[in-house]
């Protein structure tokens, strides 16, 4: 039995991946296995491969894309006192889907308003969208609209009762469509006094993007 190694005739050294057969410890280097070769577990594992082996744990994968994006700003204030609806200035964009079969996701942002004399105030909106010039389609399920406000204020408590109120509101569209699609959103003063969106002039932003499938 072999219990002594003249390592000045190894050149003092030895090379445990080259000079030693069998099982190597990974602490010396090896991989704990008398196997030579491996799988890659990426390139040559066929079906679902699981995400801890590169994979995304199912077989198949078709994430959406964004493949547009439209977006105007709006500087100038809108109000109305009316409890019927109607367009709120600026707030309007086209886009053309380059899909039939993408979803558009649209949104609206905006600073609103109950100033000190409207003892109480609101506003109902709705988004709408029309396809190439056509008839417009209310996409806010409902005929009130898809978002209100309502504001309350005591009338004696001067300015200091007055209120400015963040307005954010998005959906998603199916036009399944290819031509232009145009949305728009309308306001009303459902509960009395003034609505107003972008009061003083503080910016608000209308968005839409094409989500492809």
Not at 3 to 12: E, H, P, Q, V
Not at 105 to 122: E, L
Not at 153 to 181: E, K, M, Q, R, Y
Not at 193 to 203: F, V
Request: charged share 10%.
């Amino acid at each position: 039995t072999l219990t002594t190694i003249n390592l000045a005739a190894l050149g003092d050294t030895i090379n445990l991946t080259t000079e030693v057969t069998g099982t190597l410890p990974i602490a010396n280097g090896g991989t704990n296995s008398t196997a030579t070769t491996f799988v890659n577990a990426a390139s040559n594992v066929t079906g679902t491969l699981a995400t801890g082996n590169g994979g995304t744990g199912t077989t198949t994968f078709a994430p959406g894309k964004i493949l547009q994006t439209i977006n105007v700003a709006i500087t100038s204030e809108y109000s109305t006192t009316s409890t019927s609806f109607s367009d709120v200035t600026g707030f309007s964009l086209n886009i053309t889907p380059s899909a039939a079969s993408s979803k558009i996701y649209v949104g609206v942002y905006a600073q609103m308003y109950n100033n000190d004399t409207d003892t109480q105030s609101g506003a109902s909106t709705k988004f709408l969208r029309n396809i190439n010039g056509g008839g417009y389609t209310n996409l806010s399920a409902q005929s009130a609209g898809i978002s209100a406000i309502v504001s309350t204020v005591d009338a004696s408590a001067g300015s200091n009762n007055a209120h400015l109120i963040p307005f954010n509101v998005t959906l998603i569209d199916s036009p399944s469509a290819t031509t232009v699609c145009n949305y728009k959103i309308m306001g009303a003063a459902s509960w009395g006094g003034t609505a107003r969106y972008c009061y003083d002039s503080i910016s608000g932003y209308m968005w839409a993007m094409e989500i492809g499938a």
